[in-house]
């Protein structure tokens, strides 16, 4: 596709620059033809893995409170929230402390935790509490696509 893209640039000249590359153009909807037709046969399979999604999960909560944890600093007012969480992720990292630990003992974070509702500082000791804007986001692109398949049956 990147090759039809850039014989765009030269589509208007009446010479031979994108004569080859204008051959593989059939190929290219075969392709994507070919790809469709799998992805429809394959979808039908999906199955949800539990089990290794909570392994997973186990696997990665403290990467995942990095997240909430620099958009509540800065929102409670530090200056380089994110700098401040990459440097203790990466200490963490090398410590073998978990981010968790580091945050506790960081008497620099004290003040900004403080300003923190008891919910907000709960989502950082609680990483399953933490979805963002994961509900909203979800429903919104559920009604876009109801919607969507409503207006081709009609």
């Given at each position: 596709?990147?090759?039809?893209?850039?014989?765009?640039?030269?589509?208007?000249?009446?010479?031979?620059?994108?004569?080859?590359?204008?051959?593989?153009?059939?190929?290219?909807?075969?392709?994507?033809?070919?790809?469709?037709?799998?992805?429809?046969?394959?979808?039908?399979?999906?199955?949800?893995?539990?089990?290794?999604?909570?392994?997973?999960?186990?696997?990665?909560?403290e990467a995942i409170i990095a997240e909430p944890l620099y958009i509540l600093l800065a929102a409670?007012?530090?200056?380089?929230?994110?700098?401040?969480?990459?440097?203790?992720?990466?200490?963490?990292?090398?410590?073998?402390?978990?981010?968790?630990?580091?945050?506790?003992?960081?008497?620099?974070?004290?003040?900004?935790l403080e300003k923190m509702t008891p919910d907000q500082r709960q989502i950082l000791s609680n990483?399953?509490?933490?979805?963002?804007?994961?509900?909203?986001?979800?429903?919104?692109?559920?009604?876009?696509?109801?919607?969507?398949?409503?207006?081709?049956?009609?």
């Open positions: 596709m990147t090759t039809v893209y850039l014989d765009q640039i030269s589509e208007h000249q009446r010479d031979l620059t994108n004569s080859a590359s204008g051959r593989f153009a059939t190929e290219i909807i075969v392709a994507l033809y070919a790809s469709a037709e799998r992805l429809a046969k394959l979808c039908p399979r999906l199955v949800v893995d539990r089990v290794s999604i909570e392994r997973n999960f186990q696997s990665s909560q409670a007012g530090h200056p380089d929230a994110h700098e401040k969480v990459r440097k203790l992720t990466l200490e963490a990292e090398r410590s073998g402390m978990t981010l968790r630990e580091l945050v506790a003992e960081d008497i620099e974070l004290g003040p900004y990483p399953r509490l933490y979805i963002g804007r994961a509900v909203e986001k979800t429903e919104k692109i559920c009604k876009y696509w109801e919607m969507r398949l409503e207006s081709l049956t009609k």
